[in-house]
């Protein structure tokens, strides 16, 4: 009985999923939560410093993660964003 114990919980903790987030991570994480609400400021005020700054805080965020797709996405915004603020000086 008490290898089939053994046998259960090894298999039990080979499925678990157990994702440790490092200092760096945990950082991103809270700039990442920042970077939504610049965004959010940012459809509230339609200025694109707002959105600038989100769209940089997010993608540390994403980046820490290593979602590249993530990435690529908030780069596509930022250069929009960023275009959008020199036409409209």
């Known amino acids: 009985m008490d290898r089939k114990r053994r046998w259960k919980y090894r298999l039990i ?3 678990r999923y157990t994702n440790k ?10 700039v990442g939560y920042f970077g939504a609400a610049f965004l959010i400021a940012g459809q509230w005020t339609l200025e ?6 989100g769209f940089i805080c997010v993608m540390i965020q994403t980046a820490s993660r290593k979602q590249w797709n993530l990435v690529a ?17």
């Open 48 to 53: 694109p410093k707002l959105f600038i700054i």
């Open 73 to 89: 996405l908030n780069l596509n915004g930022l250069t929009a964003w960023i275009n959008h603020a020199i036409k409209m000086m």
């Open 21 to 30: 987030l490092t200092a760096y991570q945990k950082f991103a994480s809270r």
């Open 13 to 15: 903790k080979f499925l």
